[in-house]
């Protein structure tokens, strides 16, 4: 099955703590993108990532970070959750010369 | 940074009647715009898109306007069923910032019966 794939489906944590969460395309695509979903149902990019370059929100607090191993995987790490974090966490992808972008099932936080 | 504002919140339709989304964008450079639905604790779906090329698409019962003198775009669900109730999200993007996808506040309609 080609599609993104996104672990954990949820997760809960307190404040401070570090958590990860990862995201997988098999798709062949080779850019990857993290967007924020809040509890409104607002959805903002966080970080755009190819092989070449990584752009991000200039809004994102240096606490998330994304880590690539390869174009296939694009993880977000946040360093020291905090309560405004709680939100559902979505990984998309796309490729390079196309427009569309297919989103990830997400993983909605919860930092207690 | 780059605004893409979504009107009507809330849009309530009778079954089998149209019903109608705008959204207004502020970077002339846009240049794709695609409209998603998410139902609830699911993922956006895209339903269709539009490129800067073109003033008017249509596929399976939607239609996209745009006007890029306005910087204007629409969506129309014509003969509206139980199954289009979701929310819908307009989107820009444009090359530069990686086709990152901007995108408006949401419309959350609901067909009923």
């Not at chain 1, 395309?25 to 092989?51: A, P």
């Not at chain 2, 003969?79 to 530069?96: K, N």
Request: hydrophobic share 30%; net charge positive; proline share 5%.
């Amino acid at each position: 099955e080609t599609a993104v794939f996104q672990t954990p489906n949820y997760h809960v944590t307190q404040v401070g703590n570090e958590v990860s969460f990862n995201c997988k395309q098999t798709l062949g695509h080779d850019t990857m993108y993290w967007y924020k979903q809040d509890s409104k149902k607002l959805l903002k990019i966080m970080f755009s990532y190819n092989n070449k370059q990584l752009i991000v929100n200039e809004t994102v607090p240096r606490r998330f970070s994304p880590q690539s191993s390869d174009k296939a995987h694009l993880n977000l790490r946040i360093k020291s959750v905090e309560p405004e974090d709680s939100a559902v966490y979505l990984c998309a992808s796309r490729r390079l010369g196309d427009y569309e972008q297919y989103f990830g099932p997400g993983t909605r936080l919860t930092v207690l | 940074g780059e605004q893409v504002e979504q009107l009507p919140s809330i849009l309530r339709v009778q079954e089998g009647s149209s019903a109608s989304i705008n959204c207004t964008y502020e970077n002339s450079a846009s240049n794709y715009f695609p409209w998603y639905k998410q139902e609830p604790g699911e993922n956006p779906k895209l339903i269709i898109d539009i490129r800067s090329n073109m003033e008017r698409k249509q596929t399976q019962g939607l239609i996209v306007l745009l006007d890029k003198k306005a910087k204007r775009f629409s969506l129309h669900i014509t003969d509206t069923q139980p199954g289009d109730s979701a929310m819908y999200f307009c989107a820009a993007s444009e090359r530069q910032g990686g086709r990152a996808l901007i995108f408006g506040t949401g419309t959350t309609v609901s067909v009923s019966p």
